[in-house]
């Protein structure tokens, strides 16, 4: 179980972190802000559109950007659409980013960082 980015006009892969996840009973806990934030910030330009690859494709995707460990906004995305994509700020500054994917076996939680410029 595994999820990727990709920024629109590039072929550089955003390196996502595994936070969190309950599958099939077998459980750890860890947010994406923390598991993300010492990681190195890709590179992307304001307004990039990032799509979500997974291995195997969930049920349900949710994405929020994380402001610390207990604040976040949740992120109009295409979720629900076969790409699982999401827009960037236009606002130049660094981001973590929480990607919540649903399956039948379970639930994972990955942080990725991005830096706007």
Known sequence: MSVSAEGEGSSENIPAKLA??????????????????KTKAMKAEPKSVIRLAFDKAPEEVNVRRHTSSSEFVEVESEAEAEDHSFTLPERPGEYVYGIEGDWPEGAAIYGIKIKVE
Do not use: F, I, L, S
Not at 20 to 37: D, H, K, Q, S
């Open 20 to 37: 969190t996840y309950n599958w099939n009973g077998v459980m750890t806990y860890g947010g994406p802000y923390e598991a993300a934030r």
